[in-house]
């Protein structure tokens, strides 16, 4: 298999954009309309994600990524979303 050749910030965006949109409409349908449990999904997907990751980069990279994802979540980066961290 080729490497592939870099992508620009523009390419990167709207390749991010295109899998948001594709992500959504395929999560509504797994979680709205068949009732899916959220912690079903979240299983399927970090395990897929997971697999995928330990093909390309290796389990020491993989296992260093979700260690990274797992600390920006406990500083905060979806308290503004969860209300989490806010002082009322």
Do not use: W
């Not at 020491?60 to 260690?67: D, E, L, N, S, V």
Request: charged letters at 25%; a negative charge.
């Amino acid at each position: 298999m080729s490497t592939p050749k870099p992508l620009s910030e523009a390419q990167t965006s709207e390749l991010m954009k295109a899998t948001d949109r594709i992500l959504e409409k395929a999560l509504d349908e797994i979680i709205n309309q068949r009732e899916t449990p959220l912690v079903v999904v979240l299983d399927r997907l970090t395990t897929r994600a997971a697999a995928l990751s330990c093909i390309a980069y290796g389990k020491h990279h993989t296992a260093r990524q979700f260690r990274a994802c797992a600390q920006t979540i406990e500083e905060g980066a979806f308290d503004h979303v969860t209300g989490e961290g806010t002082v009322n």
